[in-house]
C-alpha cells in the first residue's frame, strides 16, 4: 500500500465502526452458498439427459457465477464462519466441479488483495490490458495462477498438486464416459469456457490502475441495471476496502459506506439508472 492508498484508508470508517454484524450470516445463507454449486450440478445433469439444453446451459452459468464469484470467493477469504477444515473442503471440491484449483485461486486473489496494482499481481493483471487483451487471457490464466501458485510454493502446496491431479483425473473420467454419452464432454467443454471471461468480469471491468489511491483504482458501481447485470456483486470497491465481508452483506456494507464514499469524492460508476 502506498502513502496515498494509507491517507484514502484514513478518510473511512473501522469496519467496527460500520458494524461488525457485516461479518455474520445466518446458518441458512451458509447452507445455501454452499449447497447452490451442488444444485447448479444437478440441474445441469437433470436437464442435459432430458435434452433441455437451454436450461443446462443457464445451469452452468449459474455454477460458473456461483463458485468463482460468491461461493468460493468466500471460502477463499474464510468469510463464511464454517471450521478451518470445512473450508479447505469445500474450497477444493467446490472449485474442482469448474476444472479449477481452490487453493490456487487463493493464493492468487489474497496477493491481488495484497498487492494490486503492481506489476507482480497476476489475477489484477488484466486491468493493464484492453478488453482484448483481457479477455485473451482468460484462455491460459487458470493454468499461469496454477503455476504461479506451485512455484511460489508455501503451506498449501500439496492442495494445488492434489487440486491439480483431480481435475487431470476429473477430465480424464468425463473423456472416458463421452463414449457412452455427450453430457459429460459438454459440461466440461462450458465449464472451462465459462473460466475464460473470469480476467475480463473480475479485473478489467471493475478495476483502474491509473487511479491515484485505492479509492479510485477499483470502481464503485451503483444503479439498478447494474445490480441486475452483476446479480448483486457489482460491490467490487467495497470489498477491496473490506475484504472480510461475506458476499451476502455486500449490499448493506454500501449503503453505509455510501456517504463516506460521497465525502472522499468517490463518482459511482452508473449503467442508465
Not at 30 to 55: E, G, Q, T
Not at 136 to 143: E, P, V
Not at 163 to 169: D, H, K, M, N
Not at 191 to 215: Q, R, Y
Request: with cysteine.
Amino acid at each position: 500500500m502506498n502513502d496515498g492508498d494509507q491517507v484514502a484508508s484514513s478518510r473511512l470508517p473501522s469496519l467496527r465502526e460500520l458494524g461488525l454484524d457485516l461479518l455474520r450470516i445466518s446458518r441458512l445463507q451458509r447452507c445455501v452458498a454452499l449447497a447452490l454449486p451442488f444444485f447448479c450440478v444437478a440441474i445441469y445433469l437433470l436437464s442435459a439427459f432430458a435434452n433441455w439444453w437451454p436450461l443446462a446451459v443457464l445451469a452452468l452459468v449459474a455454477l460458473s457465477f456461483v463458485t468463482y464469484g460468491s461461493t468460493s470467493h468466500d471460502l477463499v477469504h474464510r468469510s463464511m464462519g464454517l471450521s478451518r477444515g470445512a473450508n479447505e473442503f469445500f474450497l477444493c471440491v467446490i472449485e474442482l466441479l469448474a476444472f479449477r484449483s481452490g487453493h490456487a485461486y487463493r493464493a492468487g486473489h489474497l496477493h491481488h488483495h495484497a498487492r494490486y496494482p503492481a506489476h507482480d499481481d497476476i489475477e489484477g493483471a488484466a486491468a493493464r490490458m484492453g478488453f482484448i487483451g483481457a479477455l485473451a487471457s482468460g484462455f491460459t490464466l487458470q493454468f499461469r495462477i496454477w503455476w504461479w501458485a506451485m512455484r511460489r510454493g508455501g503451506r498449501e502446496h500439496v492442495w494445488v498438486i492434489g487440486e491439480a491431479v483431480g481435475c487431470l483425473v476429473l477430465l480424464g473420467g468425463f473423456a472416458v464416459l463421452t463414449m457412452v454419452t455427450p453430457v459429460f464432454l459438454v459440461y466440461a467443454v462450458l465449464m472451462i469456457a465459462g473460466s475464460w471471461v473470469i480476467p475480463l468480469a473480475t479485473s478489467f471491468v471493475p478495476h483502474d490502475v491509473n487511479g491515484a489511491d485505492e479509492l479510485s483504482q477499483t470502481r464503485a458501481f451503483r444503479g439498478r441495471v447494474a445490480s441486475a447485470v452483476s446479480f448483486g456483486h457489482l460491490y467490487h470497491l467495497e470489498h477491496h476496502l473490506y475484504p472480510a465481508v461475506p458476499h451476502q452483506n455486500w449490499c448493506k456494507l454500501a449503503q453505509r459506506l455510501d456517504p463516506h464514499l460521497q465525502h472522499a469524492g468517490v463518482e459511482p460508476v452508473r449503467i442508465w439508472f
